[in-house]
């Protein structure tokens, strides 16, 4: 791809980036108890890394004691080395790093402090309001994460004050409706993460990069609106930030998918819609500090027209990245990239916090360990049985490590249920994945021979030495009255 800007370097604060590429913070779903970086974390990163990204901001990293549920954790010293791991593995590779340091507040579901104690849609036990001494402490705290992360390695911190966390309930109007220094108009409610930032910059140096990320939409009565989220986004700018990256936010996981900017656009969305948002900050705050647009960006054509028009000075992938550590360097070289189907099953799992993510298209998430794949020590003759995209993944796979691979569909084409499944207009992300797949399959060697039902008898005569059997899933239909008309 011919590229301008995306490939270019950008300085935030004294640090150079080198292109505008960032990976979006993202939970792993899965954490140690004792807020050590997980191991998986570890080629996680360095995947993304190697892969060409300028700048990694880490998952939500807990900054205080006031986080009740374990996540990855940045709130006491023991934790530094463990933080000096996650920061190497992006060093590796030449990328920046960014520690995001957050605290869950009302929403933490095991209960916890919130700047008001009050019930609102996301706060799943009812939280404890924070005396003055509890802000203090917890402006305290924030600092001394961002101190341990310095110390790790970390070549900046990005204060997390968006989605219904605790930074963002400070600021936002619909959850603070505290009447002491700390709440009231704008500036009481910015107080919290103003001094945040002067304590990092008075403990770290007054150099050392701060990014913000904050609700520039809030889909809640008394909200942060666009022209609020320019005022937050000029006071933080005042206080020196480096960055800004405007989020949008609802009422909860399950209004996300219905607001006008979603956060994390599904497959029914337009894939440019919550763009605006990056782009109306952008267009007040000028070139004062640089602007990351996201949500739902998956093609380089498309992340390098948002920079192209002025939209966004960086754009910052979060699910694109997961199906495919390599798109940076891909879209540079013009290679083919495995493309994300904005189906959300990474997102749903990591806000299940149970098990560490998987995503639908990449099989090697958290397992990046396992590519690239390795040579077989015996060459079998191998049959897959069905052309769906197990069984297009099954081959290529095998194809690839070097076996003889016939893959039999009965159908005229490959693709299964995805082929009725990519029909509808809106499906587009669908239909990608399919291209995806075909090309892929083509390239790996394995031999396709379509409008053929394999029996018992053809396998017995064929006699492989393995036999994957990819015939799919039955589509669950719904018992609608008159359906089938
Ligand atoms: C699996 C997953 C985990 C996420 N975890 C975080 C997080 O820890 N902190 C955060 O600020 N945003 C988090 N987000 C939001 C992303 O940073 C990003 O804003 C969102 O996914 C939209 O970008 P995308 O469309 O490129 O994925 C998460 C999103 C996903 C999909
Ligand atoms: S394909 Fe689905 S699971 Fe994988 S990153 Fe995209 S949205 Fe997440």
Same mark, same amino acid.
């Given at each position: 791809?011919?590229?301008?800007?995306?490939?270019?370097?950008?300085?935030?604060?004294?640090?150079?980036?080198?292109?505008?590429?960032?990976?979006?913070?993202?939970?792993?779903?899965?954490?140690?108890?004792?807020?050590?970086?997980?191991?998986?974390?570890?080629?996680?990163?360095?995947?993304?890394?190697?892969?060409?990204?300028?700048?990694?901001?880490?998952?939500?990293?807990?900054?205080?004691?006031?986080?009740?549920?374990?996540?990855?954790?940045?709130?006491?010293?023991?934790?530094?080395?463990?933080?000096?791991?996650?920061?190497?593995?992006?060093?590796?590779?030449?990328?920046?790093?960014?520690?995001?340091?957050?605290?869950?507040?009302?929403?933490?579901?095991?209960?916890?402090?919130?700047?008001?104690?009050?019930?609102?849609?996301?706060?799943?036990?009812?939280?404890?309001?924070?005396?003055? =001494?509890?802000?203090? +402490? #917890?402006?305290? !705290?924030? $600092?001394?994460?961002?101190? &341990?992360?310095?110390?790790?390695? /970390?070549?900046?911190?990005?204060?997390?004050?968006?989605?219904?966390?605790?930074?963002?309930?400070?600021?936002?109007?619909?959850?603070?409706?505290?009447?002491?220094?700390?709440?009231?108009?704008? =500036?009481?409610?910015? +107080? #919290?993460?103003? !001094?945040? $930032?002067?304590?990092?910059? &008075?403990?770290?140096?007054?150099? /050392?990069?701060?990014?913000?990320?904050?609700?520039?939409?809030?889909?809640?009565?008394?909200?942060?609106?666009?022209?609020?989220?320019?005022?937050?986004?000029?006071?933080?700018?005042?206080?020196?930030?480096?960055?800004?990256?405007?989020?949008?936010?609802?009422?909860?996981?399950?209004?996300?998918?219905?607001?006008?900017?979603?956060?994390?656009?599904?497959?029914?969305?337009?894939?440019?819609?919550?763009?605006?948002?990056?782009?109306?900050?952008?267009?007040?705050?000028?070139?004062?500090?640089?602007?990351?647009?996201?949500?739902?960006?998956?093609?380089?054509?498309?992340?390098?027209?948002?920079?192209?028009?002025?939209?966004?000075?960086?754009?910052?992938?979060?699910?694109?990245?997961?199906?495919?550590?390599?798109?940076?360097?891909?879209?540079?070289?013009?290679?083919?990239?495995?493309?994300?189907?904005?189906?959300?099953?990474?997102?749903?799992?990591?806000?299940?916090?149970?098990?560490?993510?998987?995503?639908?298209?990449?099989?090697?998430?958290?397992?990046?360990?396992?590519?690239?794949?390795?040579?077989?020590?015996?060459?079998?003759?191998?049959?897959?049985?069905?052309?769906?995209?197990?069984?297009?993944?099954?081959?290529?796979?095998?194809?690839?490590?070097?076996?003889?691979?016939?893959?039999?569909?009965?159908?005229?084409?490959?693709?299964?249920?995805?082929?009725?499944?990519?029909?509808?207009?809106?499906?587009?992300?669908?239909?990608?994945?399919?291209?995806?797949?075909?090309?892929?399959?083509?390239?790996?060697?394995?031999?396709?021979?379509?409008?053929?039902?394999?029996?018992?008898?053809?396998?017995?005569?064929?006699?492989?030495?393995?036999?994957?059997?990819?015939?799919?899933?039955?589509?669950?239909?719904?018992?609608?009255?008159?359906?089938?008309?």
């Amino acid at each position: 791809m011919s590229s301008k800007i995306l490939f270019s370097p950008i300085r935030l604060g004294k640090v150079e980036v080198r292109n505008r590429v960032a990976l979006a913070p993202m939970g792993t779903g899965y954490y140690n108890p004792d807020g050590t970086v997980l191991d998986e974390a570890i080629p996680y990163v360095e995947a993304r890394a190697k892969g060409g990204v300028g700048l990694i901001i880490s998952q939500f990293t807990a900054a205080t004691k006031f986080q009740r549920f374990p996540l990855m954790a940045a709130n006491d010293d023991r934790l530094i080395p463990s933080l000096k791991r996650y920061a190497d593995a992006a060093h590796r590779y030449g990328a920046k790093v960014f520690l995001q340091i957050a605290t869950m507040g009302g929403a933490d579901p095991l209960g916890s402090y919130a700047p008001s104690a009050i019930d609102i849609p996301w706060y799943s036990v009812l939280p404890k309001e924070l005396t003055k =001494e509890q802000v203090e +402490r #917890v402006i305290e !705290e924030f $600092v001394q994460a961002a101190v &341990r992360a310095k110390k790790a390695g /970390f070549d900046g911190v990005e204060l997390h004050g968006a989605y219904g966390y605790l930074i963002a309930e400070f600021i936002s109007a619909f959850s603070n409706r505290r009447r002491d220094e700390y709440g009231g108009d704008l =500036e009481g409610r910015m +107080r #919290v993460p103003v !001094e945040i $930032v002067r304590g990092i910059h &008075r403990e770290c140096g007054s150099d /050392f990069p701060v990014g913000f990320k904050f609700n520039a939409y809030e889909e809640v009565p008394g909200g942060n609106d666009l022209e609020t989220a320019v005022k937050i986004a000029k006071i933080m700018i005042d206080e020196g930030v480096v960055y800004l990256q405007p989020a949008t936010m609802s009422t909860g996981i399950a209004a996300l998918g219905l607001m006008k900017y979603p956060g994390v656009p599904i497959l029914y969305h337009p894939r440019d819609i919550s763009i605006p948002v990056a782009e109306y900050i952008k267009r007040h705050v000028g070139d004062a500090v640089p602007v990351m647009a996201f949500g739902g960006i998956k093609d380089p054509e498309f992340a390098e027209s948002i920079l192209a028009a002025g939209k966004a000075d960086i754009v910052c992938l979060g699910r694109q990245l997961l199906a495919d550590p390599e798109w940076v360097n891909k879209a540079k070289e013009g290679r083919r990239i495995r493309p994300c189907l904005r189906c959300n099953v990474c997102h749903y799992e990591a806000v299940a916090w149970v098990r560490i993510l998987a995503c639908t298209v990449n099989p090697y998430l958290f397992r990046e360990s396992e590519e690239p794949l390795k040579p077989a020590a015996r060459r079998k003759r191998v049959v897959v049985v069905g052309g769906g995209p197990a069984g297009m993944m099954a081959a290529m796979v095998a194809a690839r490590r070097g076996h003889e691979v016939t893959l039999y569909e009965k159908e005229k084409e490959l693709g299964g249920l995805m082929v009725p499944g990519c029909r509808p207009p809106f499906k587009s992300d669908v239909r990608e994945f399919l291209e995806y797949l075909k090309a892929e399959l083509a390239e790996s060697g394995a031999e396709v021979k379509l409008g053929v039902e394999v029996t018992p008898n053809m396998v017995r005569n064929i006699s492989p030495d393995a036999l994957v059997v990819a015939i799919g899933a039955k589509p669950v239909r719904p018992e609608i009255k008159g359906l089938d008309k």
